[in-house]
């Protein structure tokens, strides 16, 4: 079957750095998305990866590895706005997005 | 602004009732999908179309169906809500076809909450 894992919830400190981990087992693979989902909203976009690698965006990198199934949301500089649920997704072979149930992060002063 | 639009935002619904969400995009995206997410869960996908062609998941229950007479508008019906669907009804959009490059990410309404009394 296909699985997507990551933690459930996290905690961490206003101005600090957080990684969230990914790891995914699709049957193939064609792109990770990372989404913010602030309670009651809407899922944001974040992040795209497809190839091996860092991709920074502002205070969001995001890392992949295809070979490990393997990804990671890396969150600096962290503001109380950044308290939500980050949901990891890969788009398998038949480009079909499948959700992770995601990782809610909370931040204390 | 260019933007995924759903209504109502909080509907309540009596026990085997049907019920409609609508949602419609400005963005012009030929493709719109049908989540429904339930707390801490990941969000499940029922429907999506692109453009008029409708692709229906394997495991999405007959109580749902989903209608699109337009580029802009998509409807989900749930003809005979249960307890169990009660849910954040989650319509969202995307601009390529499937199989193109670039990320072709999923743009999302604000949700619709559906509430079954």
């Known amino acids: 079957g296909q699985n997507i894992d990551q933690p459930t919830e996290m905690t961490a400190t206003e101005g600090a750095i957080v990684q969230i981990n990914c790891t995914y087992q699709?049957?193939?693979?064609?792109?990770l998305f990372w989404y913010q989902q602030h309670a009651g909203e809407a899922p944001t976009f974040l992040s795209y990866?497809?190839l091996d690698g860092l991709e920074e965006k502002g205070r969001f990198s995001s890392f992949l590895s295809r070979s490990k199934g393997y990804s990671y949301l890396l969150l600096k500089e962290l503001q109380m706005k950044d308290s939500a649920s980050y949901l990891c997704?890969?788009?398998?072979?038949?480009?079909?997005?499948?959700w992770g149930a995601g990782t809610k992060l909370i931040i204390k002063p | 602004d260019a933007m995924v639009i759903q209504n109502p935002r909080y509907q309540v619904t009596q026990f085997g009732k049907p019920v409609t969400l609508s949602c419609s995009q400005t963005?012009?995206?030929?493709?719109m999908y049908w989540y429904q997410q339930k707390s801490s869960q990941a969000p499940k996908l029922l429907f999506h179309?692109?453009?008029?062609?409708?692709?229906n998941e394997a495991d999405t229950p007959d109580n749902f169906q989903s209608r699109r007479p337009n580029t802009s508008f998509c409807f989900l019906d749930i003809r005979s809500p249960g307890l169990g669907d009660a849910a954040m009804y989650l319509c969202?959009?995307?601009?390529?076809?499937?199989?193109?490059?670039?990320?072709?990410?999923?743009?999302f309404g604000p949700g619709t909450r559906l509430t079954v009394l």
């Open positions: 969202a959009t995307s601009r390529l076809q499937e199989g193109t490059s670039g990320s072709n990410e999923q743009f």
């Open positions: 963005l012009n995206h030929n493709v």
């Open positions: 179309y692109y453009d008029k062609d409708f692709n």
């Open positions: 699709t049957s193939g693979f064609n792109g």
């Open positions: 990866n497809v």
């Open positions: 997704a890969v788009k398998d072979s038949n480009y079909q997005l499948i």
